[in-house]
């Protein structure tokens, strides 16, 4: 079992930036990586970015490459989201998850462990 509590979110003006954080406890250990999604009202939960514990290229969705960075303190166990020249776009809740199947860190259904969300405004 892996437990997340994400937290961060907020209302920003278009153009400004928000930090998002998520702390991991449990079993982190058997994660593959720790991914960022988010979900608009009325749309699917889609992927934004994810990193592995372990190290190696970070993942991001084409519409926040540039815009997003990922990271990870491993020694915390937290992994934290810097959204930067955000958009109205970008207005979601932003979930947190540690990915517990081998696959793609892409996709949604390799994720068994989620934060409860938290939701990000950009007002323009």
Request: with cysteine; aromatic share 10%; net charge positive.
């Amino acid at each position: 079992q892996v437990q997340l509590v994400d937290s961060g979110g907020g209302l920003v003006q278009t153009g400004g930036s928000l930090r998002l954080s998520c702390a991991a406890s449990g079993r982190t250990s058997a994660s593959y990586a720790m991914g960022w999604f988010r979900q608009a009202p009325g749309k699917e939960r889609e992927f934004v970015a994810a990193i592995t514990w372990s190290g190696g290229m970070p993942y991001y969705a084409d519409s926040v490459k540039g815009r997003f960075t990922i990271s990870r303190d491993n020694a915390k166990n937290t992994v934290s989201l810097q959204m930067n020249s955000l958009k109205p776009e970008d207005t979601a809740v932003y979930y947190c998850a540690s990915q517990n199947l081998r696959g793609s860190p892409t996709r949604v259904a390799m994720y068994g462990y989620w934060g409860q969300g938290t939701q990000v405004t950009v007002s323009s």
